[in-house]
């Protein structure tokens, strides 16, 4: 694969300040495929200081321009979106129609929103005798996580740019390829330079750089929550706002009047998608004890069709997590129905599709974001034990309601402590706000929402 060997720093590759690097492996034949610079310290004081003389210029763009130009960055990533595809699918592993339709395509989609939505936001309005502006919150350090790795960057920077931000970008150590084909496509869309400015490294000396430098206004993190506490911290003690977008582990409540084979095949494919690793996926499938038994046997055919259709986990460290967390699950009494904690090939970062049944509400698998393809069935007697089966996790990402009347679906869905919930399987929506509840994050992504989280309000009385 091609890699750059410097840093895209104020519209140009700089080589790095120092001489370590990254390799990036293939998780399907664990064969190193490139590699990237470990960017340091200096690297991020250089990219910041590029994005702070980029901000004046930028901030006062006409919002208008704003919107062409991301426009024509959309229109760029477009024309790549094959080689975007075959990038992701070498460093994450992901099958290529997956790559395709999901790693490539729904960017794509994101970035289409925010050209229309910066045409038409109004940055000002008048509430009395006061004239609201809304403006740029500044640079942004945006650090994005691997399992979905240019839409993470998309859905930070293309907002950061039309609300007049400038950015500087860390992407996850395990998928920096797409992240340097992205600036490939800014620098080729016009991008003004500093606007876009991109560091690859580690989180510990990169991430922690970028979240700590003074010349950062706001930090933007999707990643664990273990790490999104520390850049909190962090941030806090400089009074800094952040937006973090974090774990999950959402419930999938199958009511007694649902199509029970649709919500159990369509709760099943969503825990498999991008083999496991979706911090919103549905892994803790609810389902009334009446139909209990019925949805295991329908859960544990519908994942036995997942072996060879889904790609492996992204590196060894999280296959070894994976396996852990399902040795944990039959230690504490879950019931394997289909899969387990072998690799199903001798070689490869792959986990077998697995369904746990007989799973209790304070087991570990129940608890705990896995972030592989292992899915949790529990059991319920009514609806309250339901919701406080739903509601019992200190995650509130996503989730899904399912029953035969729209209504009582969202009525029990109005009572969830989540920030996203799909009604008997509702569709992607990428102009909808996403983000979490307690401790699944700080603010929101996607759409008006999203561009909210780069602006601050200044009010003008007359």
Known sequence: MKAHDGMYIGGEWRPATG??????????????IAHVPAGTAADVDAAVRAARAALPGWSATPPAERAALIGALRDVLVARKDEIAETVTAELGSPLPFSQMVHAGVPIAVAGSYAELAASYDFEAKIGNSTVLLEPVGVVGAIT???????QIVAKVAPALAAGCTVVLKPAEDTPLVAQLFAEAAHEAGVPAGVFNLVTGLGPVAGQALAEHEGVDLVSFT????VGKQIGATAGAAIKPVALEL????ANVILPSADLAKAVN???ANVMSNSGQTCSAW???LVHADRYDEAVELAAAAAAKYGERIGPVVNAKQQARVRGYIEKGVAEGARVVVGGPESPYEKGYFITPTVFADVRPDMTIAQEEIFGPVLSILKYADEDEALAIANGTVYGLAGAVWAGDEAEAVAFARRMDTGQVDINGGRFNPQAPFGGYKQSGVGRELGPHGLGEYLQTKSLQF
């Open 266 to 268: 369509v709760g099943v």
């Open 247 to 250: 774990g999950g582990k959402s």
């Open 223 to 226: 990643g664990s929550t273990a």
């Open 145 to 151: 996580p691997w399992n979905y790795p240019l839409h």
């Open 283 to 285: 892994t803790r499938m």
């Open 19 to 32: 001489a370590d690097t990254i390799a990036v492996v293939n998780p399907v034949d664990e064969q190193v």
